[in-house]
């Protein structure tokens, strides 16, 4: 029987050394810049009855980061240019959101059909340099984090300020992939958990020495987060209980492929 992914509040799974639980916090408000984003996730916590115990992860969504952030643009105040008057014309863009996109952008590593594949100034390599227009009033694009990693570690100190505990937190965000169809939630920013797990040195069950395995664990956790936020259900941070995970000072940027190291670049 299949279950609509709108109607997953909390999922369980059950392994033989551990239970792995995720469930979403809803009620916080709309955000605005300034607002003081980790007290607003502690009063729904509480309005909802939830107490997090240490260890626990924190997964929050970009879009209330940027918002609280103030990362939000309104398109009445940006002046095209010729570029972006081009792209818009072209392919039925508004040229001041294309103008946002191209000033949020590092390089373009792609455009077709008006989808411009670029690679922002933190790094990342994803459509539109993040810039996103759902789930904001209209006529205004959010940006993302100006540095995700910082904005990860601030939430974490005030959370555990306010909680008296030690947690973890993921920012996350939803991407496309260029080799499959349909998006998944990225991390793009952590603190208080090591980003990978490096299976290098150990030996399969068939003797075998892994030599470069490492998982992407703040990916894999924002995945799973996802399926109890979702897009459109006004959950955007869930917690994620029952992982054991190597605390670490590194955060997501630490994932990012240095140039000699891309095979595409």
Same mark, same amino acid.
């Given at each position: 029987m299949g279950i609509a992914v709108k109607q997953i509040k909390r999922v369980l799974v059950v392994t033989d050394n551990a239970e792995l639980v995720v469930w979403g916090i809803r009620g916080l408000p709309e955000?605005?810049?300034?607002?003081?984003?980790?007290?607003?996730?502690?009063?729904?916590?509480?309005?909802?009855?939830?107490?997090?115990?240490?260890?626990?992860?924190?997964?929050?969504?970009q879009k209330i980061v940027s918002k609280a952030e103030g990362q939000v643009v309104r398109l009445s105040d940006v002046e095209p240019s010729h570029f972006a008057l081009e792209i818009g014309t072209r392919y039925g863009k508004d040229p001041r959101q294309v103008e946002v996109v191209l000033r949020e952008a590092k390089r373009i590593v792609r455009m077709r059909g008006g989808l411009l594949i670029?690679?922002?100034?933190?790094?990342?390599?994803?459509? $539109?340099?993040?810039? &996103?227009n759902s789930n904001v009033e209209s006529g205004s694009v959010t940006l993302l984090p100006q540095n995700p990693d910082l904005s990860a570690l601030r939430m974490k100190e005030r959370l555990e300020?306010?909680?008296?505990?030690?947690?973890?937190?993921?920012i996350s965000d939803t991407w496309g992939r260029p080799w499959r169809s349909g998006i998944v939630n990225f991390a793009?920013?952590?603190?208080?958990? $090591?980003?990978?797990? &490096?299976?290098?040195?150990?030996?399969?069950?068939?003797?075998?020495?892994?030599?470069?395995?490492?998982?992407?664990?703040?990916?894999?956790?924002?995945?799973?987060?996802?399926?109890?936020?979702?897009?459109?259900d006004n959950t955007p941070v869930a917690i994620v209980?029952?992982?054991?995970?190597?605390?670490? &000072?590194?955060g997501a940027a630490s994932l990012l492929r240095p140039p000699d190291q891309d095979l595409f670049y």
């Open positions: 955000i605005e810049p300034g607002t003081d984003l980790a007290q607003l996730i502690y009063c729904a916590m509480v309005g909802q009855g939830t107490k997090l115990l240490s260890g626990d992860i924190v997964v929050i969504t670029t690679e922002t100034k933190h790094g990342y390599i994803c459509a $539109n340099a993040g810039v &996103d300020a306010l909680l008296g505990l030690k947690l973890a937190v993921i793009i920013g952590s603190a208080g958990i $090591n980003p990978v797990l &490096d299976y290098a040195g150990q030996k399969d069950q068939f003797g075998y020495e892994l030599k470069v395995t490492k998982i992407a664990v703040i990916d894999e956790i924002a995945a799973l987060a996802e399926l109890v936020c979702g897009k459109l209980r029952g992982y054991k995970y190597e605390p670490s &000072d590194l």
